[in-house]
């Protein structure tokens, strides 16, 4: 009889022999997991920090423009006219620097659903396998707890999909309403910027 410490019991409640191979693949599949995840976390934040830079240099760059500018102005009307021209630029670059900032969080969150979906159908298989097993090796009620189970694993699993499409929903609605108010705002700016000038 092979140790104990190399035998795991399988789905069906025999004992099988627990190799190398199989170790292997599966330590390396969840490096390969890992490995992607981090892959994602370090991609994100490279982008998001380029996108903070350049944001940042852009809104120095404007800030030295707009103090050579002020520098040079002479009359009161011409300082509000300049104040105004000033806002439109900055809360268009602001609202593209969210949109953008946005659009790298909801990429990053599909690169790890695209990840991470195959491993919970995975999961899901092996439970529904599992619950099978059970049923047939219970001598008294398996079925009736099979059943149980199954029911109770099918009502999580669309638990789980309803929340992901109204999380989806929710999140296209949000994006919709923010791009709607933030291009009002920007046509508002701009159209009392030339009002004042």
Do not use: C
């Not at 944001?55 to 030295?64: K, T, V, Y």
């Not at 620097?97 to 990429?107: G, P, Q, V």
């Not at 599909?110 to 599992?130: C, H, R």
């Amino acid at each position: 009889m092979k140790s104990a410490a190399w035998q795991s019991l399988n789905l069906t409640g025999e004992f099988i022999m627990m190799t190398k191979d199989t170790l292997i693949a599966s330590h390396a599949d969840a490096l390969d997991t890992l490995s992607a995840l981090v892959g994602i976390g370090f991609d994100t934040i490279e982008r998001s920090g380029t996108l903070s830079l350049d944001f940042g240099r852009a809104g120095l760059e404007d800030g030295f423009k707009l103090a050579s500018d002020l520098a040079a102005v002479r009359e009161p009307k011409a300082l509000l006219a300049l104040g105004a021209s000033a806002v439109a630029p900055a809360l268009s670059r602001s609202v593209g620097y969210l949109r953008t900032s946005y659009a790298i969080a909801s990429e990053a969150g599909e690169s790890i659903n695209a990840v991470l979906a195959p491993k919970y159908a995975s999961i899901n298989k092996d439970l529904d396998k599992a619950i099978d097993a059970l049923s047939v090796s219970t001598p008294v009620g398996g079925e009736v707890i099979a059943k149980a189970l199954k029911s109770a694993m099918s009502a999580t699993n669309s638990a789980i999909e309803d929340a992901a499409k109204t999380t989806r929903k929710v999140v296209e609605m949000t994006e919709s309403n923010i791009n709607k108010a933030t291009d009002a705002a920007v046509k508002s700016a701009t159209k009392a910027a030339k009002k004042v000038a």
